[in-house]
């Protein structure tokens, strides 16, 4: 979306950028961050040059880490240019050896793709030897997440950026702020009026947020086993697409003003319940490699989610997320009230649910979901759906959200960042789930392959009056009056 005032602070055509990746042997440099860089580069998306500063542990020196980035085609045009500083993070006399990535660079960029054990080493090397230019925002810093582990890490880590850096150096990464589609809920909600019109308590029964994938945790258990998904996936990706579906129209597209938004929505969400919540984990998980030997760790979650304010008062939103699941799904569901159901010959006639169906990944596209007449002589109604298929928008491929993420980070633009209150206010929405779980309780078993344990079905119908609308689903037992 080309956005007035969202894209206009673009950098000068001549700008050139020091990239220093730290973690850049590293699975998530090498699979996502340098091939967004090389990939939004190939688009010209990016303005100016940019040259590639690798930083790790790894004993490697300028040419083995350009034959490391030459040998992948996603790559490969990072190489010529790029060089290797091998660093140990927790030696502070050591970082003078990065003075020298500023020469000659306009913007300097220091990309925390590290565990985060080791942001804070990093943030107190870098300020020792004054690289990080507090205040300067043509010095800027990305961390990754996960952002804490609950609200007093996430609170402290805070700080320790905010030590180094000012809030304008600051980029704090959620990847799906970043997808194409999310950004579309913006576009479908603010540039047409006539779903504002209707967004609201008045004509909206329920809303359902899925994050499902298929896949398990594969050889992540180190990291996973100690987060689970309300850490992993609730605190962050469903939480901020909740406050993009829910929150006040922005005074304008720029940033400041759609995290104001969010932050003011995140405010309205009461506390999740754990009463109104459900906890799961695949059959399997506990004989996988590094998991802790009867785990309680969950890794499917649902629950029903309040938002408190004068919109959204009594109408029930509900999440669920997970692992192992049937089919990989990323989808809102704005669920609208039932229309009255009219007699005929004496029987009265189901209405059938209007649905807006919102698919951020895969099958990208929006499906307005409506009653219409069964063709023939019979009164009867059948559901039929309206469908927007995003890719018939775009000429090529959607960009990896990472694309997106590097775009505006070298154009110092946040739109897609979360602030840092934010963050710390959606740690607050999950601590008392977090922490009644880890006290007491067992997560439900649900078979690999499943949607999940009943228990999440149960839920949906009982305070919902309804059930989960999954892929390739009839709509009609959703109407459960
Ligand atoms: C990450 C989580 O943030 O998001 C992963 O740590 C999860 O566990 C991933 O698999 C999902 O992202 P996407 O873009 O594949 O939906």
Known sequence: MKAKGRHNVVVPSKETTTLVVFGASGDLARRKVLPALQAAMGRGEVNGS????????????????RAQLTS??????????????????????????LLASQDGSSQVVFYLATPPAVFPPILAGLASV???????????VVVEKPFGHDLASSRELNHQLQEAFTEDQIYRIDHYLAKDTVQNVLALRFSNAI??????????????????????????????????????????HVLQLLALVAMEPPTTFDANDIRKSKLELL??????????????????????????SGSRRETFVAAMVSVENWRWDGVPFFIRTGKSLRHRTTQVVIRFRDSPS????????????????????????????????RPGTRFEMVPAGMNLEYSALSGSELPDAYEHVLTEVLSGVHTVFPSGDEIDRSWEIVADLIQSWERDGHPESYPPGSWGPEGADELVERLGRSRWLNPGDDLTPLSGK
């Open 130 to 140: 004054g690289l990080n230019r507090r205040g300067d925002s043509s010095r800027r």
């Open 50 to 65: 940019v040259r590639v500063v690798g930083v790790g542990r790894s004993d490697m020196d300028d040419a083995s880490f």
């Open 342 to 373: 009219l007699r005929l010959d004496g029987r009265r006639q189901r209405p059938i649910p209007t649905l807006l169906q919102i698919r951020i990944q895969p099958q990208e596209g929006i499906t307005l979901r409506i009653g219409a007449k």
């Open 195 to 236: 779903f504002e019109a209707i967004w609201n308590r008045n004509l909206v029964q329920s809303v359902q947020i899925t994050a499902a994938e298929t896949d398990g945790i594969g050889s992540r258990a180190g990291y996973y086993d100690q987060s689970g998904a309300v850490r992993d996936m609730v605190q962050n």
């Open 267 to 292: 405010r309205a969400v009461r506390p999740i319940d754990p009463q109104l919540a459900v906890r799961g984990q695949y059959r399997g998980y506990l004989t996988e490699d590094g998991v802790g």
């Open 72 to 97: 992948d085609p996603k790559t490969r045009h990072l190489g010529e240019t790029s060089e290797w500083v091998r660093l140990d993070y927790s030696d502070q006399g050591a970082y003078s050896q």
